[in-house]
């Protein structure tokens, strides 16, 4: 149930854990800094990745269902970011343009977009990002190519990660997303910060209603 991070760096093959990547990541599962991420070399380490991805992670998430299913979810000890994440993803070419993302970004109503390279996942970035990068540079900026752009850094957990446990790690790196990867290393789903608002949310109407 390991969660990683990937430190910027520009979408040129993958950047996802060792396991299904060339590029370095970082494990942070155990993460207890409370600042933003920021650019170093990256330590590899993937030691539990690969057995979850054959540990019976789907029989594991059946029976959590089964006796967890009468708890409110913000409450429940352990919440899969699978059962909060939502499965629309949209992603575009690393070759594409900063207007060429926000105009899919519009179309489609999302504020996320996974970057791939060669058909594999290279980044994650988000519409804030997007329009500080274009504040920050301005002349002919909104005809830049990602492949030229360092990408911020961006979170990946396993459908089965605690989402109680991912939502501390993106405070404590000051990001509002992070990309669901499965076994195959295939893009998932994304949970953001939204996610966890209406999570919350909503059981503070059920306590309200009772």
Do not use: C
């Not at 993106?170 to 997303?177: D, R, S």
Request: net charge negative; charged share 20%; no cysteine.
């Amino acid at each position: 149930m390991s969660i990683f991070v990937s430190e910027p760096g520009r979408p040129i093959g993958t950047r996802l854990p060792q396991a299904l990547r060339a590029r370095r990541v970082d494990d942070v599962t155990e993460l207890t800094e409370t600042h933003a991420s920021r650019e170093s070399d990256g330590t590899a380490t993937d030691a539990e990745y690969q057995q979850a991805a054959n540990s019976g992670r789907q029989r594991a998430l059946e029976q959590y269902g089964a006796s967890a299913a009468g708890e409110p979810k913000s409450q429940r000890a352990y919440l899969p970011v699978s059962s909060i994440s939502s499965p629309a993803l949209y992603s575009l070419p690393a070759t594409a343009t900063i207007a060429e993302a926000l105009s899919i970004m519009d179309e489609h109503g999302v504020s996320h977009l996974v970057v791939t390279a060669d058909d594999n996942v290279a980044g994650l970035v988000d519409l804030r990002w997007l329009l500080g990068w274009l504040h920050e540079h301005k002349a002919d900026a909104m005809n830049q190519s990602l492949t030229h752009m360092e990408l911020p850094a961006f979170l990946t957990a396993s459908p089965e990660t605690d989402a109680h446990q991912l939502a501390r790690l993106m405070l404590a790196h000051q990001l509002n997303a992070a990309l669901v990867v499965d076994a195959q290393g295939q893009p998932a789903g994304i949970v953001t910060s939204t996610d966890y608002l209406r999570l919350y949310a909503s059981a503070s109407r059920q306590q309200g209603a009772v």
